[in-house]
């Protein structure tokens, strides 16, 4: 896990415009480290740039310790309150 948080860290301080596929990663690390700002952050860009992640970060348990936060609410839309289904 070491090496993962450490390539992961090293993706998230890329000045370009990320990918949908690689920032949905970044807010899982991000998550997982409890930095929620970051997370929020990386969940935006993701969503921008793959509307169709909106399921899949509603569904996915990586993202509990978001779920309560309103940002999070509002990012997700209604669908923040399907965590209980599958991706």
Do not use: M
């Not at 890329?14 to 920032?23: E, S």
């Not at 409890?34 to 952050?41: V, Y």
């Not at 779920?67 to 209980?84: D, E, K, T, Y």
């Amino acid at each position: 896990l070491g090496q993962r948080r450490r390539g992961l860290a090293v993706f998230a301080q890329r000045r370009r415009p990320l990918h949908g596929w690689l920032a949905l990663p970044l807010a899982r690390f991000y998550t997982a480290c409890g930095n929620q700002e970051k997370a929020l952050e990386r969940l935006r860009d993701a969503l921008r740039l793959s509307p169709s992640l909106r399921r899949r970060v509603a569904v996915s348990n990586d993202f509990d310790q978001l779920r309560a936060s309103p940002a999070f609410r509002r990012l997700i839309g209604r669908n923040a309150s399907l965590s209980h289904l599958e991706p």
